[in-house]
């Protein structure tokens, strides 16, 4: 699925915007996560579209439900449609709650998922992250730059523009790749299967083309994986179509290089020592980096790496970049 109107916008294709405009539009409400003031990942609500950007980007965190299941509950109560999107054992958690799953009135996105670090981990990290960069306050942390498909983490410091994290202020997300720093549950985790939960399952459709038969459109700014778990999609496809671009493809092709939706992350024999490395205040980023094989200095071939992407983010053809490298597989 593509949406051309909200893919600028979103880390993928858009596809979570357009459904949840799709619920918004019969004055439903949303659920997702968002940032605090103090970057904390928590679940809100939301009920109009300018609202909306608050639950946009991915955030490879654990988020805090706090009391949205109480308040999904009051809004089904009260006869309003709900969205409500989050990992696969979150949806699940809400069902176990609610006691039924309120057919037609509740919808569920569950995000295919590595695993999640604590929020007590991101802190550690946020804290030694300002550190490094001249104990300024990080004002807005974003994971994947959005408009396109990637994942280049960027920070943003006060009112200053946005800023690409590098070498050891990236081990966060060198360490999140690697799994071990993911929660003891996460690699125990029931939903990595294509088995899933929600109404329907939202994704990266990594390798789109690759693995069956050629796919047509431009895929640099993000193509989104969504499985019909409840064959809901031939009653709303017409009103989707509306705003998206929608090509039914096969679960085979979808699965290839989704690692997570055949199983869990393995558990590292790295894991205990790395969070608690990454959670011990006078480990800096730059030790972490190093004791676990992430890149922690500049050097020659760093350099030219970082000029060269500078010059093609500079010259606007991230994109033109993404569309080569993904055609050779990387």
């Not at 590292?268 to 890149?295: C, I």
Request: hydrophobic share 40%.
């Amino acid at each position: 699925m593509i949406s051309n109107e909200y893919r600028k916008q979103s880390s993928s294709g858009g596809a979570f915007s357009l459904l949840a405009g799709w619920v918004i539009s019969q004055g439903g409400v949303v659920f997702g996560a968002a940032y605090d003031s103090r970057l904390a990942v928590k679940h809100i609500a939301v009920d109009t579209m300018a609202d909306l950007c608050k639950l946009r980007g991915s955030k490879y965190v654990q988020s805090d439900v706090g009391n949205s299941y109480k308040q999904v509950k009051s809004f089904l109560a009260n006869g309003r449609k709900v969205l409500f999107s989050g990992t696969g054992c979150q949806v699940a958690g809400l069902y176990a709650y609610l006691g039924k799953r309120y057919n037609g009135q509740l919808f569920t996105i569950d995000l295919v998922c590595h695993g999640v670090p604590s929020l007590g981990a991101f802190r550690c990290y946020l804290s030694k992250l300002s550190h490094v960069l001249g104990d300024r306050n990080i004002s807005g942390f974003r994971f994947r730059k959005l408009d396109s498909w990637s994942i280049i983490p960027a920070v943003q410091l006060s009112e200053s523009k946005w800023r690409l994290l590098r070498l050891s202020e990236n081990a966060y997300m060198d360490a999140f790749f690697e799994g071990i720093t993911f929660r003891e549950s996460c690699f125990h985790c029931q939903y990595c299967n294509t088995q899933r939960i929600g109404t329907f399952t939202l994704a990266d459709f990594w390798g789109i083309g690759r693995h069956g038969k050629h796919f047509r459109r431009n895929v640099a700014a993000g193509v989104s994986l969504v499985i019909d778990n409840t064959d809901i999609m031939p009653t709303i496809k017409s009103e989707l179509e509306k705003h998206a671009y929608i090509e039914e493809r096969s679960m085979e092709e979808a699965v290839a290089e989704q690692r997570n939706l055949k199983m869990p992350m393995p558990r590292s024999v790295k894991r205990d020592s790395a969070v608690k490395d990454l959670m011990d205040r006078s480990m800096s980023l730059a030790d972490f980096a190093k004791k676990y094989g992430y890149p922690y200095r500049v050097t020659l071939k760093s350099a030219i790496v970082g000029m060269v992407k500078g010059l093609i983010y500079a010259l606007g053809l991230y994109n033109v970049y993404k569309t080569v490298i993904y055609k050779f597989g990387k």
